[in-house]
Every structure is written in C-alpha cells, then in structure tokens.
T-cell receptor, first 116, second 110 residues
Framework: KAGVTQTPRYLIKTRGQQVTLSCSPI?????VSWYQQTPGQGLQFLFE???????NKGNFPGRFSGRQFSNSRSEMNVSTLELGDSALYLC???????????????FGAGSRLTVL | GQNIDQPTEMTATEGAIVQINCTYQ??????LFWYQQHAGEAPTFLSY??LDGLEEKGRFSSFLSRSKGYSYLLLKELQMKDSASYLC???????????WGAGTKLIIKP
C-alpha cells in the first residue's frame, strides 16, 4: 500500500511569504502529526490531528497552523516566513491518536523549505 | 525540562558491532523508540522498549534501563547500508508526546 506522501518535496520562499505543505497519510490512518527537523536540533513536534481536530500542539508560534480534512489528509501553513523557518518538515501518520504503547509512526520523506 | 542526549556522529567498520547510546531526562516515561533515517529519506521505525531489558530483532537490538534513563541500540555485522542517522525518542506519559534526540549519524567504512 502507498506510504505517507508529502508535497511539495522542495520549495524556496522569501521572508514574509507564506507556505502550505500537504500530507496524505497511509490509507486507514486517522492520526497525522507534523514535525520540524533541523540539523543538530532533532525533531520538534508541531501538532497532531485526529478526526479533523487538533489534539496536541507543540511550542511553536501562531504563524504555524494546520488542519485535517475528512479524508485524513492534512495541511500545514506557515505565514510570514522567517529565515529560521528553513527546515525539513516531516509528516507522520498512525492508526490511532498517540497514546500508551507502541503507536508506531510512519513518516513521509518530508518537504524541505528554504527561506531566503 | 526534557532532554535527550545522543552522540552526534560515530564511525564503524563494515562487519563490526556498534553501540549507539541514548540518555534521557523527561517528565514521565511511556516507552522509548529508535528510528533509522537515511539521508534524504523518511525516518523508519526500528524498535520500541517500555520495560527494562534487551529486545533483539535480527542484527539490531535495543536495551533499556529506566532507572538510569538510558538506552542503547546495538547493530551487529554492520553493512554499508546501515550508514544512516539513528533517532532516539522518548514518549512522555502525560500527553504521550514524543521527545526526540538530535540523532546519531553513523558512518560505516569498508
């Protein structure tokens, strides 16, 4: 079956612009979470969606937002881009909302954003 | 605060054994994950430990000591394809969020 699909894979923006990234989870997976990955920082949690509702949110400014559609596809948006937003944005899907136990995440290959 | 420490980079020889350590200090614990990430690719799940001890899965094994806040990933019979970053992540027991280490880049030499 198809994996997690993220689009676009690469994009270049300038400061002040906004960007929308898309994630299609594995068929049947209802939970989608987003992470920012930068060298030396590890994965930083952005937010998690389940059944079209944001269930968890990380410590990112309000410029970062997201949503989930009825087919479980998700989008995240970053407005008023800053140079520090340059990163790899990873989407991960899982069957259920994060909880106890081995709720394994399946990641997409990511969207690499460069802000100039 | 939340803190996950891993070595930044390690080098090993093809056919050898390497141990990648992960130490953590988190408020609450509900399991520890290891993921592998090849350059330019998605992270993929390797192992999950929630109880103390060693979990073996083929050439890869993962160990956990909750009292010491310590885990390691052991890779045996190293192959060139094992060159990748290895990510350690701890699940908190309050909101079940994952706290990630910065990853260990493993370089395998012939």
């Amino acid at each position: 079956k198809a994996g997690v699909t993220q689009t676009p894979r690469y994009l270049i923006k300038t400061r002040g612009q906004q960007v929308t990234l898309s994630c299609s989870p594995i068929s049947g997976h209802r939970s989608v979470s987003w992470y920012q990955q930068t060298p030396g920082q590890g994965l930083q949690f952005l937010f998690e969606y389940f059944s079209e509702t944001q269930r968890n949110k990380g410590n990112f400014p309000g410029r970062f937002s997201g949503r989930q559609f009825s087919n479980s596809r998700s989008e995240m948006n970053v407005s008023t881009l800053e140079l520090g937003d340059s990163a790899l944005y990873l989407c991960a899907s899982s069957l259920e909302l994060g909880g106890p136990g081995a709720n394994v995440l399946t990641f997409g290959a990511g969207s690499r954003l460069t802000v100039l | 605060g939340q803190n996950i420490d891993q070595p930044t980079e390690m080098t090993a020889t093809e056919g050898a054994i390497v141990q990648i350590n992960c130490t953590y200090q988190t408020s609450g614990f509900n399991g520890l994950f290891w993921y592998q990430q090849h350059a330019g690719e998605a992270p993929t799940f390797l192992s999950y430990n929630v109880l103390d001890g060693l979990e073996e899965k083929g050439r890869f094994s993962s160990f956990l000591s909750r009292s010491k806040g310590y885990s390691y990933l052991l890779l045996k019979e190293l192959q060139m394809k094992d060159s990748a970053s290895y990510l350690c992540a701890v699940k908190r027991d309050s909101n079940y969020q994952l706290i990630w280490g910065a990853g260990t880049k493993l370089i395998i030499k012939p």
